[in-house]
Each structure stands twice: as structure tokens, then as C-alpha cells.
Nanobody
Framework: QVQPTESGGASVQAGGSVRLSCANSASPVSRMCMAWFRQAPGSQREGVASIDYDDITVYHEDVRGRFTITRDSAKNILYLQMNNLQPEDTATYYC??????????????????WGQGTLVTVSS
């Protein structure tokens, strides 16, 4: 069965960088629509970045230019490179996957397969 598994969460100072990884079982990441979502304390889950079958990427306006979503087909891993992190980026980050095509980022309900989440904390 498809089971994304995130790793790489850390506590960093503002301006620092973190790279999150998502290993996906059962299916190649290149054959799925993949995305990173995040949920800050007391807030709803929101889309951060997504990538579809044709490598079209979509970014939340708050992270555009700082975050980059990529995938390594050989290793079957999805990445989220986060640079110039700010306190507002503090959240639990989730990896999501779906076989069916999703236009753009989509909503959490568009993705059927989720990881357990990994925490990123950014201090000023």
C-alpha cells in the first residue's frame, strides 16, 4: 500500500535552512501527484508546495522563492528544500500523495495518502 514517510524536521534559527524528505512506498513518486502541507499550532492545514506528473509545481505565496519541491526518481524520494526560514514557517509538515490527477495544489481532501508529519520549529 502507498505510505509516505516524512523525515528531516528540525529546530533552527530564522534564516536557516532545512530539507525535508518523503519516502514513498508501493509506488514511484514520479507516477503520483505529490505535495507538502503544513499545519501550525491552532491553524488549519494548508498547502505548501506540489508537483504533478509533468513536473509542474505550485507554491503557496508565502513560501514562493524560498522553498523548492523536487523528487529523486532513482531514490523514490520527494524533497522540500526550505531556505531563509522564518518563525511563521513553524509547523508540522506533511507529505501527501495521490494517483489521480490534481490540478494545481489542490486541497487536503484531494490526497488519499499521508505521512505522519515532521515538525519544523523556527526561532527568531
Amino acid at each position: 500500500q502507498v505510505q509516505p514517510t516524512e523525515s528531516g524536521g528540525a529546530s533552527v534559527q530564522a534564516g536557516g535552512s532545512v530539507r525535508l524528505s518523503c519516502a514513498n512506498s508501493a509506488s514511484p513518486v514520479s507516477r503520483m501527484c505529490m505535495a507538502w502541507f503544513r499545519q501550525a499550532p491552532g491553524s488549519q492545514r494548508e498547502g505548501v508546495a506540489s508537483i504533478d506528473y509533468d513536473d509542474i509545481t505550485v507554491y503557496h505565496e508565502d513560501v514562493r522563492g524560498r522553498f523548492t519541491i523536487t523528487r529523486d526518481s532513482a531514490k523514490n524520494i520527494l524533497y522540500l528544500q526550505m531556505n531563509n526560514l522564518q518563525p511563521e514557517d513553524t509547523a508540522t509538515y506533511y507529505c501527501a500523495a495521490e494517483f489521480l490527477y490534481i490540478s494545481g495544489m489542490g486541497d487536503p481532501t484531494d490526497y488519499r495518502f499521508w505521512g505522519q508529519g515532521t515538525l519544523v520549529t523556527v526561532s527568531s
